[in-house]
Nanobody, 122 residues
Framework: QVQLVESGGGLVQAGGSLRLSCTAS????????MGWYRQAPGKQRELVAH???????NYADSVKGRFTISRDNAKNTVYLQMNSLKPEDTAVYYC????????????????WGQGTQVTVSS
């Protein structure tokens, strides 16, 4: 019912920047929370940042001051601007949509994108 498509990953040198985008499509009236998670090899998936439809944001301590999350509610799109990238930011980044209200006013939870690779070289 809901599909998420990410874009914007790639290879960048330490200190560089990347911008990730994720667009949700399907039977959607609104999405309360959209966010980004990441998973490095051998590690658990962790929250990077999320943003509510009202603009409230939350960041992992490791990215505060370097990453900025933003949303375009009309487009069901969330962005992650990543600056001052470090090698330890290397991971697969996943978009997540939570508390999705459908056009039939159902409430759905936890949709994930397919992931996009971010690699930061030293």
């Amino acid at each position: 019912q809901v599909q998420l498509v990410e874009s914007g990953g790639g290879l960048v040198q330490a200190g560089g920047s990347l911008r990730l985008s994720c667009t949700a499509s399907g039977n959607i009236f609104s999405i309360n929370i959209m966010g980004w998670y990441r998973q490095a090899p051998g590690k658990q998936r962790e929250l990077v940042a999320h943003c509510t439809s009202g603009g409230r944001t939350n960041y992992a301590d490791s990215v505060k001051g370097r990453f900025t999350i933003s949303r375009d509610n009309a487009k069901n799109t969330v962005y992650l601007q990543m600056n001052s990238l470090k090698p330890e930011d290397t991971a697969v980044y996943y978009c997540k949509a939570d508390q999705v209200v459908t056009n039939f006013f159902q409430l759905l939870y936890d949709y994930w994108g397919q992931g996009t690779q971010v690699t930061v070289s030293s």
